[in-house]
């Protein structure tokens, strides 16, 4: 098993798979395989409608349009955001969003990040704050990491 796997393992071992919800079809699938290849069984759906459970102890992946702080509130440990522009990204960080990533990520991208959100999640870190939302490359320059 690939060292990043036990991450997922342990927490996705509960009885609640993670949503994915995406309104493009053809992103959502594109998403889902992806996270299936990688043995990341989630929930995939389009509309808040078409989820038959609400998360519980486990993350969310949701476009900007469906972000709202309340995942929060019915259960999800992690919410990450695919927005569209960098300043709606830094907005859903603010309002409880863990993690944003650029809407038109790759599936590869999409799982280092939920691999991070559950590395921070077993460390027993909540929230990253709004700077590590900015890719990395960008926060170096703007001097939020100090050498």
Same mark, same amino acid.
């Given at each position: 098993?690939?060292?990043?796997?036990?991450?997922?393992?342990?927490?996705?071992?509960?009885?609640?798979?993670?949503?994915?919800?995406?309104?493009?079809?053809?992103?959502?699938?594109?998403?889902?395989?992806?996270?299936?290849?990688?043995?990341?069984?989630?929930?995939?759906?389009?509309?808040?409608?078409?989820?038959?459970?609400?998360?519980?102890?486990?993350? /969310?992946?949701?476009?900007?349009?469906?972000?709202?702080?309340?995942?929060?509130?019915?259960?999800?440990?992690?919410?990450?955001?695919?927005?569209?522009?960098?300043?709606?990204?830094? /907005?859903?960080?603010?309002?409880?969003?863990?993690?944003?990533?650029?809407?038109?990520?790759?599936?590869?991208?999409?799982?280092?990040?939920?691999?991070? /959100?559950?590395?921070?999640?077993?460390?027993?870190?909540?929230?990253?704050?709004?700077?590590?939302?900015?890719?990395?490359?960008?926060?170096?320059?703007?001097?939020? /990491?100090?050498?």
């Amino acid at each position: 098993m690939p060292k990043d796997l036990d991450v997922r393992v342990a927490f996705l071992g509960s009885t609640n798979r993670p949503i994915l919800l995406e309104s493009d079809p053809v992103r959502l699938a594109r998403l889902h395989g992806g996270l299936r290849d990688a043995g990341i069984d989630v929930v995939a759906v389009s509309r808040i409608a078409d989820i038959e459970q609400w998360p519980s102890n486990t993350f /969310v992946v949701t476009d900007v349009d469906h972000f709202t702080p309340w995942w929060r509130e019915v259960g999800a440990t992690s919410v990450i955001v695919l927005a569209n522009t960098r300043a709606q990204g830094i /907005v859903a960080c603010q309002n409880g969003a863990t993690k944003w990533l650029q809407h038109n990520c790759t599936a590869r991208q999409l799982i280092a990040a939920i691999d991070s /959100v559950l590395l921070s999640e077993k460390q027993g870190v909540r929230g990253h704050g709004v700077a590590a939302m900015i890719p990395f490359p960008e926060r170096y320059r703007r001097g939020f /990491v100090k050498h």
